[in-house]
């Protein structure tokens, strides 16, 4: 396969451990041939219960690329885009039916680089941003004193979104907040 082996532990030997064996997969050959593949099957598999093509079901809205997706280093910011663009034109070929979104939890899943997310987001195949919301990771609140903090989540949650929804303006595309 790629030769890199199994993935870190992100709570055994360390989140950035496991960062940098992520960072790798966009500029890895072997890796994205194998996703490209991978994609290509998944989108165009038929449901064994129904029989109907995946892209001729009206129960599925949208292809998500990945769940949080991160380029993990400013470096890897064209070839994380470059990803994002190809895999959302592979599905897009396979499925015009579907909308396709990134899967991105939104500025902090692009480097906290707002034109990089709204670039990432305006790309012709992808149909419309993402946000998710991590209140403890990233530090609006830690686990132990979360009904203390919910008066301050609710400002920085409430910021997030709106600065999500101009970006979502700026390009013309709907946003759904998904976590």
Excluded at 101 to 113: F, K, M, P
Excluded at 138 to 158: E, F, I, M, T
Aim: with cysteine; hydrophobic share 35%; net charge positive.
């Amino acid at each position: 396969e790629t030769g890199y082996g199994d993935s870190p532990n992100a709570a055994g030997e360390g989140y950035n451990q496991y960062v940098k064996y992520c960072a790798d997969f966009v500029n890895e050959k072997k890796a994205l041939k194998m996703y490209y593949k991978y994609v290509k099957k998944i989108v165009s598999r038929k449901n064994r219960y129904t029989g109907k093509a995946y892209k001729d079901d009206p129960t599925i809205m949208s292809w998500q690329i990945c769940n949080e997706p991160r380029p993990f280093s400013k470096a890897n910011k064209a070839a994380f885009q470059k990803w994002i663009n190809e895999t959302a034109k592979i599905i897009k070929k396979i499925d015009p039916n579907h909308l396709i979104s990134t899967g991105s939890e939104g500025l902090y899943g692009c480097e906290v680089d707002e034109v990089f997310c709204t670039n990432l987001h305006q790309a012709p195949n992808i149909d419309y941003l993402t946000v998710h919301i991590w209140p403890v990771n990233w530090g609006w609140s830690s686990r132990d004193r979360l009904y203390d903090a919910l008066p301050n989540v609710y400002v920085k949650a409430g910021e997030y979104i709106d600065l999500h929804v101009r970006m979502a303006e700026k390009i013309n595309k709907p946003m759904v907040i998904e976590e």
